[in-house]
């Protein structure tokens, strides 16, 4: 069995906000640390049938910028259900979802609210 390493650097302030956020990946091409604003990990538990996770984001991360993150993340865990799945049905309504919380978004940003 091969190990493949994820490491993650979190940079807190003095009030343990995070201000800085890299990572690497031991497989990756790229050989240096990359910079994120904002970090979603979920790990599922098997024995407890739990979902354990780390939300994480930098003090600088601006509200669309949040929106946009969600949307895509939203994009992307429905792909890997539908990929593990084959569920289309439940697909599509996870795809409705996201694009209707984008939407509702740009609608709020439009108006002048944050």
């Known amino acids: 069995m091969k190990k493949s390493t994820i490491t993650v650097d979190v940079y807190l302030d003095e ?11 031991a497989d990756s091409a790229v050989s240096e640390k990359e910079r994120a604003k904002a970090l979603l990990m979920a790990l599922w538990d098997g024995a ?10 930098t003090k600088d991360m601006m509200v669309d910028e949040m929106a ?4 895509q993340v939203l ?11 084959h569920h289309a049905d439940l697909v599509a309504d996870m795809k409705k979802f996201a694009a209707d919380f984008y ?7 439009s ?3 944050t």
Request: proline residues 2%.
């Open 75 to 85: 994009l992307t865990m429905a792909d890997t259900y539908e990929r593990a799945t």
């Open 68 to 71: 946009d993150f969600y949307y």
């Open 111 to 113: 108006k002048g609210n």
């Open 48 to 57: 407890d049938k739990t979902a354990m996770r780390i939300d994480l984001w």
């Open 103 to 109: 939407k509702k978004f740009r609608e709020i940003q």
């Open 15 to 25: 009030q343990k906000i995070p201000e800085k956020i890299e990572w690497m990946a």
